[in-house]
């Protein structure tokens, strides 16, 4: 399996605090990579370097093998890179499909909206995750649940293979979740890559193949997620 991402030697100061120190990180095609830390463990921040949000001030980031860096989220989702945030930014006035292409949309002669055209695109994308919704939906009539599907679907409008899921299941309840998970276990046998950011321990043995920790914006170990104890992990953290 090849690595999509690999992370080396990342530091990053603000105001001469030392948020990251030498820090790495890998993520592989297919796979599902827990991120875990107590608050301030530099998670977050790292995160925003691999998504161009910040820029490090020392180490190496490649995508696919090629040293990469960022400028802004523009570039870093031109090279795959796509983030779902916790506080979701959809709009709840316009469509599914609305939402998901909003400013790339297909237009017909002399700029009329081609929605027929916008519609088939968003079907194409719920077909890739697997996922039973109507293009035409309202977003403000769906579930927390349902609108995160959206975002999903958004990032892979671009062509997302590196999937940032910060929190992905906080406001979510436990049939919201199992529903999650399968569309995160689709995403993976397509070969995309999804850093997994959560504090639930018990998540980690269902959804995630490895497990990354820091401590104190300090890189602390990586470990099997199958073969790993909670106990072994929360000493870690």
Same mark, same amino acid.
């Given at each position: 399996m090849s690595n999509l991402v690999d992370m080396t030697g990342i530091d990053k100061s603000f105001s001469g605090v030392h948020a990251l120190k030498k820090v790495q990180f890998d993520l592989q095609e297919g796979e599902v990579h827990a991120l875990m830390g107590e608050n301030g463990a530099g998670k977050s921040t790292l995160m925003k370097i691999l998504s161009g949000v910040y820029?490090?001030?020392?180490?190496?980031?490649?995508?696919?093998?090629?040293?990469v860096n960022p400028d802004g989220?523009?570039?870093?989702?031109?090279?795959?890179? =796509? &983030? !779902?945030?916790?506080e979701l930014s959809l709009m709840n006035d316009l469509t599914v499909a609305q939402n998901i292409f909003i400013g790339r949309e297909p237009r017909k002669r002399f700029g009329r909206l081609d929605e027929a055209a916008l519609n088939t695109q968003a079907q194409e994308i719920f077909t890739t995750m697997n996922l039973d919704l109507a293009p035409e939906t309202s977003v403000g009539s769906l579930t927390v649940a349902r609108q995160q599907m959206i975002e999903i679907a958004k990032a892979l409008s671009f062509r997302s293979r590196i999937l940032i899921m910060d929190e992905p299941t906080s406001a979510l309840n436990d049939a919201e979740i199992a529903e999650l998970f399968v569309i995160i276990r689709r995403l993976k046998s397509d070969g995309v =890559? &999804? !850093?997994?950011?959560?504090?639930?321990?018990?998540?980690?043995?269902?959804?995630?193949?490895?497990?990354?920790?820091m401590r104190d914006g300090e890189y602390v170990d990586t470990v099997d997620a199958a073969t790993t104890s909670v106990d072994k992990i929360i000493s870690m953290m």
């Open positions: 820029q490090k001030d020392a180490g190496e980031v490649r995508i696919r093998g090629d040293v989220p523009s570039a870093a989702q031109a090279l795959g890179v =796509g &983030i !779902i945030h916790q =890559g &999804i !850093i997994y950011i959560s504090h639930k321990m018990d998540e980690l043995k269902q959804i995630a193949d490895r497990v990354t920790v």
